[in-house]
């Protein structure tokens, strides 16, 4: 056994709702449409200088090994992954950080331990069921240089098991997101900086840079609860944050959110996708507006600069 200690930068990624996929479209159907992602994904991670050391199923454990250029060369491919599993129609998770890496070769296969494998692993899935953001952690942040720095947004302070406490933050990879955000980002930071909520007489203030927040039926997980004994509400249903210098509702539901524009009355359905937030309106979880005539269902929000 030999060992080898390098600076790097280390990519965990991972396609989520693969046994979704399988239910809908058969485990031979499924696996090949995998397989064909997983293939691109490590052609991405290669043209970026880098090399996949381990994949189970559907993820990969990627190294970048190029010293000083390490940083870069893993933010891009994370942001380039992000975008070629939405043109496949599917979710990834994706963590990553930058430090000293030990490589370890063992009967001719390598093998990876150290601090940064162990923080890219703990926050790839860092947000379980809502999947599509880049996790990293302060240090990583330090490291990028200045062009990726600017695209990073604060998540929040995470306890990281067997790590202990750090600050997290996102790697925007959006690009119809953060146009439409360079448009209102000035206006909307100010201005509307924090969410207002409303759900059954009481009231919830959202602020930029709070955790997001998750709706749905379960009183484990979400912050807004919502009980439903007909189900079409799921356990984690709708996500709300603040991203790219506006609000965001994420839905993550199997039976979708529907979204109401309270100054000009239109509604827009949102099934695992997300949508910039009007400045009031409501949200309807898992019903349609008209099929909750007692507004049992009913999120109201409204922007604000409290």
């Known amino acids: 056994m030999a060992t080898d200690v390098r600076h790097c930068g280390v990519l965990f990624i991972d396609v989520a709702g693969s046994t979704a996929l399988r239910a809908q479209i058969g485990d031979a159907g499924a696996a090949e449409r995998l397989r064909r992602l997983l293939d691109v994904l490590t052609e991405l991670v290669r043209a970026h200088h880098g090399q996949v050391l381990k994949s189970d199923g559907d993820d990969l454990l990627c190294l970048f090994s190029r010293g000083t250029e390490a940083a870069a060369d893993v933010a891009e491919a994370a942001i380039s992954a992000q975008r070629a599993a939405r043109g496949a129609g599917l979710g990834l998770y994706a963590g990553l950080h930058v430090g000293p890496v030990t490589l370890i070769e063992v009967l001719g296969r390598t093998d990876v331990d150290g601090l940064a494998v162990n923080y890219a692993a703990r926050l790839h899935k860092l947000t379980p069921g ?26 929040g302070n995470r306890h990281l098991k067997g790590i202990g ?58 912050a807004i609860v919502f009980e439903d004994p007909d189900l079409l509400v799921s356990s984690r249903h709708v996500q709300i944050l603040h991203q790219h210098g506006g609000w965001y509702a994420k839905d993550v539901s199997r039976n979708g959110t529907w979204l109401l524009n309270g100054a000009t009355g239109d509604a827009v359905r949102l099934l695992n996708n997300e949508t910039l937030m009007p400045r009031s309106g409501s949200l309807h979880i898992g019903r349609e507006p008209k099929q909750d005539p007692d507004r049992r269902f009913r999120l109201e929000f409204e922007l604000t600069g409290a």
Do not use: E
Not at 136 to 152: E, G, I, K, S
Not at 205 to 220: E, F, I
């Open 165 to 222: 406490d750090a600050r997290v933050y996102t790697l925007d990879w959006d690009d119809r997101l953060t146009v439409a955000a360079t448009q209102m980002a000035g206006r909307l930071t100010a201005i509307h900086s924090a969410l207002l909520l409303k759900h059954a007489g009481g009231t919830l203030l959202l602020r930029a840079g709070d955790p997001p927040l998750l709706a749905g039926r379960s009183k484990s997980q979400c």
């Open 130 to 155: 809502v999947p599509g953001s880049i996790f990293l952690a302060q240090d990583a942040v330090n490291a990028l240089p200045a062009y990726l720095r600017d695209h990073t947004r604060l998540f």
